[in-house]
Structure formats: structure tokens, C-alpha cells
């Protein structure tokens, strides 16, 4: 498989929320993380994101971009200056 990643993810197992906005937040965990983008898990079957939403982890929010989903996972970028 060819990898498209700008830079290397690093392997994780952090709690996080994302938080849309329409107020909804849903608890996940974030997998791998870079520079760039990570990967989020959800525990339950979830309806889809919105293309743009934030992600809460250790006490700080940071403004992502969904760049593709599964029923359980979610694979996110960045959004640069945030």
C-alpha cells in the first residue's frame, strides 16, 4: 500500500471529543496522531460529521477537516493557523 501521509503518524491511545457545530459532542479515542491529521475510533456506530468540526484533547480544541469515514472511524486533518 502506498502511503499518502505527509508525515509519519505515531501510534496513540488518547481520549478526545468532537465537538460540531451544532453543540454535539461524541466521546472517541484518537488512535495515531501527526503534524497533518489522526485517526478517531468511536465506541458505537455514529451518524456522519460534518466536514468540519473540533477535536478536545488535554484541554485544548483544534479545528479539523473530516477526510474520510467508516461506521467506527474517522480519519482527520488539520486545519493550518489554528
Same mark, same amino acid.
Given at each position: ?6 508525515? #509519519?503518524? &505515531?501510534?496513540? +491511545? *488518547?481520549?478526545?471529543? /468532537?465537538?460540531? =457545530? ?6 472517541? &479515542? ?7 491529521? *489522526?485517526?478517531? /475510533?468511536?465506541?458505537?456506530?455514529? &451518524? #456522519?460529521? #460534518?466536514? !468540519?468540526?473540533? +477535536?478536545?484533547? !488535554?484541554?485544548?480544541?483544534? *479545528?479539523?477537516?473530516? /477526510?474520510?469515514?467508516? =461506521?467506527?472511524? /474517522? ?8
Amino acid at each position: 500500500m502506498h502511503e499518502r501521509r505527509k508525515s #509519519p503518524r &505515531t501510534r496513540t +491511545l *488518547a481520549a478526545g471529543a /468532537v465537538k460540531t =457545530a451544532f453543540g454535539r459532542g461524541m466521546e472517541c &479515542t484518537i488512535r495515531n496522531v501527526s503534524g497533518d491529521g *489522526a485517526c478517531l /475510533v468511536f465506541s458505537h456506530r455514529r &451518524t #456522519p460529521l #460534518p466536514s !468540519d468540526f473540533t +477535536l478536545l484533547a !488535554d484541554n485544548t480544541g483544534r *479545528a479539523c477537516r473530516l /477526510v474520510w469515514q467508516s =461506521a467506527y472511524r /474517522v480519519g482527520i486533518r488539520f486545519v493550518s493557523g489554528c
